[in-house]
């Protein structure tokens, strides 16, 4: 089935470092959505990306949206503790069902596990 | 605007048993998603409802089932509960016409013993 390819899998990084993550897809994505989820709560938007080629940022954090269509971006400058988390890339599924529609369905990538030493 | 509530947060079952779990969605929106989350499967798609009709389902067997109601408030069932149900079962709303950007609640935490 269609899926995503997150990488890396984890980081450990020291307070004040840059962080960058990527998502891969074989096929084609229209949108491409950067999730962050803390453990036993849901995961919550940080950044939408629309256009190919789309560099978009909320605070310290940067995504882009590749050029190929096929893959985004995540990077967050100067990192603090709070940024510790699961941070998941998601786009929404362009395989069809039976029924030949994908509504309401996200792909999500398999998630960067973040730890920021203090 | 108050986000995405889930009820109950936390659930403890038996195997065989069935539960139901309620989501409501942001004011406004009308299209609800869920899904489940499991370490070993990460984020599966479940089901998808926009103005009380199910529009998308997931490869999950029939036990799971959902419904909406007129005011988009959303619930799931899972009827004779298994041991690999449990996980962190989680709604999401958008607005459901053309925009793909989804909110989650906090989630329910499932445990079936």
């Known amino acids: 089935g269609q899926q995503l390819n997150q990488s890396p899998q984890s980081m450990f990084i020291q307070e004040g470092e840059d962080v960058s993550m990527n998502c891969t897809s074989s096929s084609i994505f229209n949108t491409w959505l950067w999730y962050k989820q803390d453990p036993g709560e849901g995961p919550v938007l940080l950044i939408a990306?629309?256009?190919?080629?789309e560099l978009t940022s909320n605070g310290r954090l940067t995504a882009q949206f590749g050029i190929t269509r096929k893959d985004s971006f995540l990077n967050i400058s100067a990192s603090i503790p709070r940024d510790v988390g699961i941070y998941f890339c998601a786009g929404p599924a362009t395989l069809l069902n039976a029924g030949g529609t994908s509504y309401g369905k996200l792909t999500f990538g398999q998630g960067t596990i973040l730890t920021v030493h203090p | 605007k108050a986000g995405v509530t889930q009820t109950p947060r936390y659930l403890i079952k038996t195997r065989g048993q069935q539960v139901t779990l309620s989501c409501s969605p942001i004011?406004?929106?009308?299209?609800v998603s869920w899904y489940q989350q499991t370490p070993g499967q990460g984020l599966q798609f479940l089901f998808e409802?926009?103005?009380?009709?199910?529009?998308n389902k997931g490869n999950f067997p029939g036990r799971f089932s959902g419904r909406q109601f007129s005011n988009s408030r959303s619930e799931m069932n899972v009827s004779t509960l298994e041991l690999g149900d449990s996980a962190l079962y989680l709604c999401a709303s958008s607005s459901g016409t053309g925009v793909d950007e989804q909110y989650f609640g906090p989630g329910t935490r499932l445990t079936v013993t």
């Open positions: 409802y926009f103005s009380e009709t199910q529009r």
């Open positions: 990306l629309y256009k190919a080629g």
């Open positions: 004011s406004g929106h009308r299209s």
